[in-house]
């Protein structure tokens, strides 16, 4: 089975902490993805990467950048947290993007609280 | 207008009733269907993938896709305590290669 593992279930931060977010992936696959989840709104892409050192922006990019230095770890980095991105963090990886294997599989999730 | 609507919900129903769970989008060029189940506490889980127009069953679930009204659906039979949860709609374009439009999710109460 596919493991995705995040690094923390809950966090609780202070207003211009700088936060890492880790998600690691045991299934050698080529794609992660971070979402943000929030009531109402379903889960939105922040940034997929599809190989080591590369990403692509999501939806929501603003306020946060990401580091994937080897193929099965995948970096969020809240670089000055802010009240607004108090949320519930969602990684994702994937074999492939297309032809069946796109499937995401995720992680528990890590819930952030910043004050 | 969001791209993929979503009722919320929470739906409450008693166990062994039939469940249907909704999705309607906007964009036309949607090709790939998916419905994702989360738990509480709990990343999503892929439990139906469609591609076009028709129905698919798997087990107690059936996933069918209307094109014609930009519409999709989820049924369960048979409904448990076990399937309450929430439903993700998950959807894509044929080129979009991997940016999944998402569903706000719909929460899902089973009555014992």
């Not at chain 1, 999501?58 to 809240?78: A, C, H, Q, T």
């Not at chain 2, 892929?46 to 679930?61: A, C, I, P, Q, V």
Request: one cysteine or more; hydrophobic letters at 30%; charged letters at 25%.
């Amino acid at each position: 089975d596919v493991k995705v593992t995040q690094s923390s279930r809950y966090l609780v931060k202070r207003t211009g902490e700088k936060v890492f977010l880790e998600c690691v992936q045991d299934m050698d696959h080529e794609n992660m993805f971070w979402y943000r989840q929030d009531p109402g709104l379903g889960l939105r892409l922040i940034y997929f990467s599809y190989d080591v050192k590369m990403k692509e922006k999501g939806d929501i990019p603003e306020g946060y950048s990401v580091s994937r230095e080897k193929k099965e770890r995948f970096s969020l980095i809240l670089e000055s947290a802010s009240t607004n991105q108090t949320s519930m963090y969602l990684c994702a990886s994937s074999l492939g993007l297309a032809g069946g294997e796109e499937t995401q599989y995720f992680g528990p999730g890590t819930r952030l609280l910043v004050l | 207008q969001k791209e993929v609507e979503q009722d919320p919900g929470p739906l409450s129903v008693p166990e062994g009733a039939i469940v249907s769970l909704n999705c309607t989008y906007s964009n036309s060029a949607f090709q790939y269907f998916m419905w994702y189940r989360q738990y509480s506490r709990k990343g999503p889980e892929l439990l139906m993938y469609t591609y076009s127009s028709g129905n698919k069953e798997d087990g107690r679930f059936t996933a069918q896709v209307d094109k014609s009204s930009k519409y999709i659906s989820l049924f369960i039979r048979d409904s448990q305590p076990s399937d309450s949860a929430t439903y993700l709609c998950a959807i894509r374009t044929m080129d979009s290669n991997y940016q999944l439009i998402w569903g706000a999710g719909t929460k899902l109460i089973i009555k014992p």
